[in-house]
């Protein structure tokens, strides 16, 4: 996606993403299934996968990456040059909104599609988009992000793994953590201080890590969910060509702050199946008939039919060549917390029944892993409090945070 590019603006506009709307949809019914009636799609985060389901999981990802790819639907905003469709922001949203009501999961990908490959492609060089966007859109390589740290999550910038310059290579040394697919991984964008006498952020540098270089140890972390797919990763002094050196060094900051600004963009769509699943469960159920059931669901959907107005918003600034900017956390706190609220409302009226192994259960367990997984949605990509920081400060132009570590 170029962020220079205008979208352009106006009603001229319309048409032209109605046409494309159908074009989608088009391409989409005639390459995969309808979700079926009891499926929520959930995210990788909230979904429970044993060790085999992920292979298939993410095999599953890998081959219809390589469908869209081949009918030039893949990059949808991204350039032609690096194999992307070349088109816009608002397409690329249109699309995944056409394609959630589809059998398709490129969920595991979307760690390397959605928040890493843009951040690679605003700062990359050529050589290294050439090199590492192609492959990403033909669903050939997986991507995670090396950020968090055990002593650095919500304060990124106190990292403490090391990057050290020997001749035309760095040598990596360090400990990341709860890195999603990291053990699945061929590639990771990875933070790493390569000066620790500047002030913390200006002490930063990005690099592309090859997750299979020697010295790489990825150890998957047995989740709430039962699932195993994000990571203790171990680097020890992992060389890395300076070639695969994202942005100048020192640049590393504003590289995390476009991989967040993608990461939270990218979460909007998600969870969409979910709410229409919850009415089918109360009507199922007979739930709907009790009277405090009916307004705890009335809150939710009006809470979801307000984002609906935030993503609108959204997607005119979009048409208009605007860029996401903290809007995007406004979307992430009140979109995640409102799955929590969801699945918290489905336990309830499931009873015991909700919390079986979801053998004998139509939803097949889906309600309590997603119960059981809501909560780290609140807290990858940036906890709650964070993103209240973010609104407070940037949006509401409150006084900041006194940050004496700040450049
Ligand atoms: C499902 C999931 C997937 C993840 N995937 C990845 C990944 O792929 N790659 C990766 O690098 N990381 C990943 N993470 C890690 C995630 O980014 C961090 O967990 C998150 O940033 C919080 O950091 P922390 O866990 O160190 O908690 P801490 O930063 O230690 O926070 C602890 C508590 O203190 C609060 N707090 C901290 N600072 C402030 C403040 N300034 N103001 C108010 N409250 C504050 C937080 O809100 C939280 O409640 C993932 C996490 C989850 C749950």
Known sequence: MSTSRSTGSGPSRQPREGAFRAEAWAFLAANAQPLPATALSLTSIVAEWSPQEEVVRVA????????????????????VEYGGRGGTLIENLIFQMEEAAFDVADDPLVVGLG???????????DEQRQRLLPPLLRGEELWCQLFSEPGAGSDLAGLATRA???????????????????????????I????????????????????????????????????????????????????????????????VVSTFMWERFNLIVGGSRVLPGLADLLRSTGASHDRRIRQRYADLY????????????????????????PEGSLMKLVATNLLSDVFELALDVMGPEGMGDGTADAWKGQWHSGFCGAPGMRIGGGTDAIQRNIIAERVLGLPRDPRPDRV
Do not use: Y
């Open 164 to 190: 050290v310059s020997d001749g035309d290579e760095w040598v990596i040394d360090g400990q990341k953590v709860w890195t999603t697919f990291a053990h699945r991984a061929d590639w990771g964008l990875c």
């Open 60 to 79: 599953e990802a890998k081959r219809w990456q390589a469908v869209k790819h081949a009918a030039g639907w893949a990059g949808i905003a991204w350039p």
């Open 302 to 325: 009006m809470r979801a039919e307000s984002l609906r107005f935030t993503v609108l918003r959204m997607m005119t600034a979009l048409s208009r060549g605007q860029l996401p900017g």
């Open 192 to 255: 790493a201080r390569h000066d620790p006498d500047v002030p913390r952020n200006a002490g930063l540098t990005a690099f592309m890590v090859d997750m299979t270089a020697p010295g790489v140890t990825a150890r998957p972390i047995h989740q709430i969910t039962n699932s195993s797919n994000f990571n203790e990763v171990f680097l020890d002094r992992v060389r890395v060509p300076d070639a695969m050196r994202i942005g100048a060094v020192g640049d590393g900051w504003r590289v």
């Open 115 to 125: 928040w890493c490959g843009p951040a690679v492609l605003q700062h990359g060089t």
